[in-house]
């Protein structure tokens, strides 16, 4: 018999692995090309060559025996301290090794700095839409995942129910910007604004409440738009970060946490999320890519493609009759559902082969996401489909 806790987390098996699997029956049925699959956040574009130079390299020049071992639980020094002084010249800040843990991409390192802080019942605060294994990843460490609902107007966060729902319990406070699934960016405004308001809460309430930052999506940017970075505004900051993106490596498992020194008892998170990577498992994140990242770091995925496809679908959206915000970040557009009940929106919407994301499955009800990292002619031949499905549903 399985375990209580696993038995609720089975029951609500994510809905976007579901619409995965759909899209490879359907591709079975109607040949892969006749499918437009925009349930995953899986980047479509090749990793720089920089990479596979990199990672041939290594395999030649290093001693298999070291290359193929065990690292330290944090990571090789000289890796963690090659992202440090990265970090340092592109933002000003001043990282040593020791504040950096190397993790299994983001999904690891959030893990890792949850278990790190939570008690039980302890409260993780949340911005509607966010990425759902928040809720997973909370449940974990039996911590209660508080939810401030969405700001449909701008997708910006709604900093009064924030400041309302902050209580002696809230140990953390997790924010995603470029956001999945809005692909909106948190102003600089913005994130000043609610680090003003933890500031007085912490003082407030006598506690530490720490911000965490996940950012698999900070290189995809667009129009020039700046992601500020977080340590700078609020001290009790840790990033997490991730190369799933960025290098268009989700499959190779590999981001890093940064535990700066002004975080509240910053020695004993990180020596405690060290242990944390170690015992839940990860034990170390995957050697031969911390090596390659390492190498890697000035390198870049090309943005450019994603950006056509932001343009295409969303202008292509628009004219069908779609109500939809411009993303400026990521490869996602959240998209307002014609009708309250957006399931049944992604029902019809499947008749044309189309694939798209229930907002539900980020804590907003009666909006769709789709995930635009895909063939640029994914996203041609599927305007006219959609265009089908707005003369259905008679929003043209
Ligand atoms: C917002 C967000 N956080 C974390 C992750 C996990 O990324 P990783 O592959 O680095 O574990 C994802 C993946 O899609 C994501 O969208």
């Given at each position: 018999?399985?375990?209580?806790?696993?038995?609720?987390?089975?029951?609500?098996?994510?809905?976007?692995?579901?619409?995965?699997?759909?899209?490879?029956?359907?591709?079975?049925?109607?040949?892969?090309?006749?499918?437009?699959?925009?349930?995953?956040?899986?980047?479509?574009?090749?990793?720089?060559?920089?990479?596979?130079?990199?990672?041939?390299?290594?395999?030649?020049?290093?001693?298999?025996?070291?290359?193929?071992?065990?690292?330290?639980?944090?990571?090789?020094?000289?890796?963690?301290?090659?992202?440090?002084?990265?970090?340092?010249?592109?933002?000003?800040?001043?990282?040593?090794?020791?504040?950096?843990?190397?993790?299994?991409?983001?999904?690891?390192?959030?893990?890792?700095?949850?278990?790190?802080?939570?008690?039980?019942?302890?409260?993780?605060?949340?911005?509607?839409?966010?990425?759902?294994?928040?809720?997973?990843?909370?449940?974990?460490?039996?911590?209660?995942?508080?939810?401030?609902?969405?700001?449909?107007?701008?997708?910006?966060?709604?900093?009064?129910?924030?400041?309302?729902?902050?209580?002696?319990?809230?140990?953390?406070?997790?924010?995603?910007?470029?956001?999945?699934?809005?692909?909106?960016?948190?102003?600089?405004?913005?994130?000043?604004?609610?680090?003003?308001?933890?500031?007085?809460?912490?003082?407030?309430?006598?506690?530490?409440?720490?911000?965490?930052?996940?950012e698999p999506y900070r290189e995809l940017a667009y129009d020039g738009v700046e992601v500020p970075y977080l340590t700078k505004y609020y001290a009790n900051t840790v990033v997490g970060y991730s190369y799933s993106k960025s290098l268009s490596l989700p499959g190779e498992r590999i981001g890093y946490l940064v535990i700066p020194d002004e975080v509240a008892d910053s020695k004993d998170v990180i020596a405690a999320a060290i242990v944390a990577n170690r015992i839940l498992g990860f034990v170390n994140?995957?050697?031969?890519?911390?090596?390659?990242?390492?190498?890697?770091?000035?390198?870049?995925?090309?943005?450019?493609?994603?950006?056509?496809?932001?343009?295409?679908?969303?202008?292509?959206?628009?004219?069908?009759?779609?109500?939809?915000?411009?993303?400026?970040?990521?490869?996602?557009?959240?998209?307002?559902?014609?009708?309250?009940?957006?399931?049944?929106?992604?029902?019809?919407?499947?008749?044309?082969?189309?694939?798209?994301?229930?907002?539900?499955?980020?804590?907003?009800?009666?909006?769709?996401?789709?995930?635009?990292?895909?063939?640029?002619?994914?996203?041609?031949?599927?305007?006219?489909?959609?265009?089908?499905?707005?003369?259905?549903?008679?929003?043209?």
């Amino acid at each position: 018999m399985i375990a209580e806790k696993m038995k609720g987390m089975v029951a609500n098996s994510s809905a976007i692995r579901a619409m995965f699997e759909e899209g490879n029956r359907l591709a079975k049925i109607y040949g892969r090309e006749n499918v437009y699959d925009f349930s995953l956040g899986n980047p479509n574009v090749a990793a720089p060559a920089a990479v596979k130079k990199a990672i041939i390299e290594l395999l030649e020049e290093e001693d298999p025996v070291v290359l193929h071992g065990y690292s330290s639980n944090s990571g090789y020094e000289e890796v963690k301290q090659a992202v440090a002084d990265s970090l340092n010249e592109r933002f000003g800040t001043s990282f040593a090794a020791k504040n950096i843990i190397m993790t299994v991409g983001a999904a690891g390192g959030l893990n890792v700095i949850l278990k790190t802080l939570l008690n039980p019942g302890d409260e993780v605060i949340v911005f509607a839409p966010y990425f759902g294994e928040y809720r997973s990843y909370t449940n974990n460490y039996d911590g209660v995942l508080v939810e401030i609902s969405p700001n449909t107007e701008t997708f910006q966060p709604k900093l009064d129910e924030f400041e309302q729902k902050i209580t002696a319990k809230t140990k953390a406070v997790i924010v995603n910007t470029p956001n999945n699934p809005t692909g909106v960016v948190y102003s600089e405004d913005t994130i000043k604004k609610l680090a003003a308001i933890m500031e007085v809460k912490q003082k407030e309430f006598g506690t530490d409440i720490y911000l965490i930052s996940d950012e698999p999506y900070r290189e995809l940017a667009y129009d020039g738009v700046e992601v500020p970075y977080l340590t700078k505004y609020y001290a009790n900051t840790v990033v997490g970060y991730s190369y799933s993106k960025s290098l268009s490596l989700p499959g190779e498992r590999i981001g890093y946490l940064v535990i700066p020194d002004e975080v509240a008892d910053s020695k004993d998170v990180i020596a405690a999320a060290i242990v944390a990577n170690r015992i839940l498992g990860f034990v170390n994140a995957p050697t031969l890519q911390q090596k390659m990242v390492a190498k890697c770091l000035n390198e870049k995925t090309d943005i450019s493609y994603y950006d056509r496809n932001r343009e295409t679908l969303y202008n292509g959206l628009k004219e069908c009759g779609f109500n939809c915000i411009k993303p400026e970040g990521a490869f996602y557009l959240f998209v307002k559902s014609p009708f309250e009940n957006e399931k049944q929106f992604c029902e019809m919407a499947k008749k044309y082969n189309l694939l798209i994301v229930p907002g539900s499955s980020f804590g907003c009800p009666g909006y769709v996401r789709l995930a635009y990292c895909v063939a640029y002619e994914i996203i041609v031949n599927s305007l006219p489909k959609f265009k089908e499905l707005a003369e259905e549903i008679g929003v043209i």
